[in-house]
């Protein structure tokens, strides 16, 4: 079954980056993309990007300009997103998401990963 | 970038049936997907591709299109589908991914 693991919690302080990892499994990890969402605490889902394994592309949303990076490790079947110069703001609960045959249509997520920054 | 757009609360009786919508412009190229989130748990995909259940969601959830208007409608509404429901649809790009607001729903 198809499954993606990701880090643990984060506690950071603000200027500061954060790396979270999801390690994907159940299935052939080339032919999916990986797409990051977040939820800040009261607030709804916001798209981070996304990127390609296979190739190694990505799109990221325009609210994160140069802030954001993703990143893939076909060895180990694990997607990467660094998050840079945070700010309270960015404290929220981080999820990465599989699509189905639509890639758009996120049928699988991870446990998410909760960042807290904070000085 | 588009925007989609989501009353913020909606309710219902127990065993009544609510629709709750999303409007953009999107989304007379693109179709909804809806998630159900409940606190301290990962989204949950309803619906995708307009109108499909993934195996698992009641047959009680159904999605509808008409121009730029997406609506989920849940037909006797159960005390386990109070939740917060988002849309979602790629944005007129097509290569971005937006969600709507969130609808808080409330079984009565």
């Known amino acids: 079954q198809v499954q993606l693991v990701q880090s643990g919690a984060e506690v950071k302080k603000p200027g500061a980056s954060v790396k979270v990892s999801c390690k994907a499994s159940?299935?052939?990890?080339?032919?999916?993309?990986i797409h990051w969402v977040r939820q800040a605490p009261g607030q709804g889902l916001e798209w981070l990007g996304m990127?390609?394994?296979?190739?190694?592309?990505?799109d990221y949303a325009q609210n994160f300009p140069d802030r954001v990076a993703m990143t893939r490790d076909t060895s180990t079947h694990t997607v990467y997103m660094e998050l840079s110069s945070l700010r309270s703001e960015d404290t929220a609960v981080y999820y990465c998401?599989?699509?189905?045959?639509?890639?758009?249509?996120?049928?699988?997520w991870g446990q998410g990963t909760l960042v807290t920054v904070s000085s | 970038s588009s925007e989609l757009t989501q009353d913020p609360a909606v309710s219902v009786a127990l065993g009544q049936t609510v629709r709750i919508t999303c409007q953009g412009d999107s989304l007379s190229s693109y179709s909804a997907s809806w998630y159900q989130v409940k606190a301290g748990q990962a989204p949950l995909l309803v619906i995708f591709g307009i109108d499909n259940r993934p195996s698992g969601i009641p047959d009680r959830f159904s999605g509808s299109t008409s121009g730029i208007t997406s609506s989920l409608t849940i037909s006797g509404a159960q005390a386990e589908d109070e939740a917060d429901y988002y849309c979602s649809s790629r944005d007129s790009s097509g290569t971005h991914l937006v969600f709507g607001g969130g609808a808080k729903l409330t079984v009565l």
């Open positions: 990127i390609n394994p296979y190739g190694g592309s990505t």
């Open positions: 159940g299935y052939t990890f080339t032919h999916y993309n």
């Open positions: 998401a599989r699509g189905g045959s639509d890639q758009w249509d996120f049928h699988h």
